[in-house]
Nanobody, 119 residues
Framework: VQVVESGGGLVQSGESLRLSCTAS????????ISWHRQAPGKEREFVAS????????NYRDSVKGRFTISRDNAQNTVYLQMNSLKSEDTAVYYC?????????????WGQGTQVTVSS
């Protein structure tokens, strides 16, 4: 399964971006999708997630109320709408697609897309 992120770029503080994550699989609707980010010199951290059916989402506290994750299974795409961006949101954003449970759970990562927020 190939996971591809897009939509990153350079924006000013307070502006918005929408990231997209697609996966090359006929069973996209079976995958839980999550976004993670990694800033220079820092560890990768969880940002947001959405279940395979899209019926449950989760966010890290610092992005709640500003970021929204959603999915369109017909388009094999998950979106991360990022509003009111701050300089501390600057990072490479990665998408992870995960399927299965327990010992058989398998994850696939994309190559990342750069988001830079200038203050």
């Amino acid at each position: 399964v190939q996971v591809v992120e897009s939509g990153g770029g350079l924006v000013q503080s307070g502006e918005s971006l929408r990231l997209s994550c697609t996966a090359s699989t006929f069973s996209f609707s079976r995958y839980d999708i999550s976004w993670h980010r990694q800033a220079p010199g820092k560890e990768r951290e969880f940002v947001a997630s959405i279940t395979s059916a899209g019926d449950s989402t989760n966010y890290r506290d610092s992005v709640k109320g500003r970021f929204t994750i959603s999915r369109d299974n017909a388009q094999n795409t998950v979106y991360l709408q990022m509003n009111s961006l701050k300089s501390e949101d600057t990072a490479v954003y990665y998408c992870k697609a995960a399927v299965g449970s327990g010992w058989s759970r398998t994850s696939y990562w994309g190559q990342g897309t750069q988001v830079t927020v200038s203050s």
